[in-house]
């Protein structure tokens, strides 16, 4: 029997298929590559449950279901909406920084679990669980503006547009948005995958720390060197 979300994934994976032959199509390269991205991400849980043999269960189809959702409106996003309706920016920011912040959250109430020294309170786990996701925010917006520099330097379209502080500060407002709604519902959809492997969501939950930190220092180096 074919469930609702296994087929909604598969709606989605289409959908993003659909946008990248469109992005083919008008030879938009910024297109292309986000479109060809978000289709990898999409079918993410399927690869690392085929190649690591890992047991996804019932979360698998919610995580590909959320992740299809966030790839396709940000692909629309890149074939013009973005351009053409101003709070399009603003949804794409707030689902894709719900699903982070959905992740971050289990792998929080997790290892808060392990650790004796973190106390497991829901203002802890809340206040860690938006700030991480406010980081990962301020790590993205680095990255446009460094693909902006980087394509303006190089005389080609970049990939990821960076659109001035003012949008910055808005989109991390609405990252900020999304963050609260998962911790305000208490979103434990990906709890039990955290639970299946807590040693390997504590070491990823530390090296993706250790990345955003220092990424967004050399970054923002980057950035200020460059004018």
């Known amino acids: 029997m074919v469930e609702p979300l296994d087929v909604g994934v598969l709606s989605l994976q289409v959908a993003i298929a659909g946008t990248l032959l469109e992005g ?51 692909c629309l996003g890149m074939l013009g909406l973005y351009e053409s309706v101003p709070w399009w920016d603003h949804v794409t920011h707030t689902v894709s920084a719900a699903l982070v912040a959905a992740l971050v959250y289990a792998g929080v109430l997790v290892g808060a679990r392990q650790s004796p020294h973190v106390p497991p309170g829901p203002l802890t786990v809340g206040g860690a669980t938006v700030l991480s996701t406010l980081a990962i925010g301020v790590f993205w917006e680095l990255v446009e503006l460094v693909a902006r520099d980087v394509g303006e330097s190089l005389d080609v379209e970049p990939v990821l547009v960076h659109y001035g502080w003012r949008d910055t ?48 220092a050399l970054m923002a180096l980057v950035a200020l060197l460059g004018g």
């Open 24 to 74: 083919v199509r008008r030879r938009d390269p910024a297109a292309v590559v986000n479109a060809a991205v978000s289709l990898g991400a999409a079918f993410l849980p399927l690869a690392l449950g085929v190649g690591l043999s890992l047991e996804f269960g019932e979360v698998g189809p919610v995580l590909s279901l959320w992740i299809g959702v966030a790839g396709f409106l940000h």
């Open 169 to 216: 500060a808005l989109d991390l407002g609405f990252d900020a948005v999304g963050a609260l709604a998962v911790v305000l519902l208490d979103v434990r959809s990906f709890v039990p995958l955290a639970e299946a492997f807590p040693g390997a969501t504590t070491a990823l939950l530390a090296w993706t720390t250790g990345i955003v930190v220092v990424g967004s």
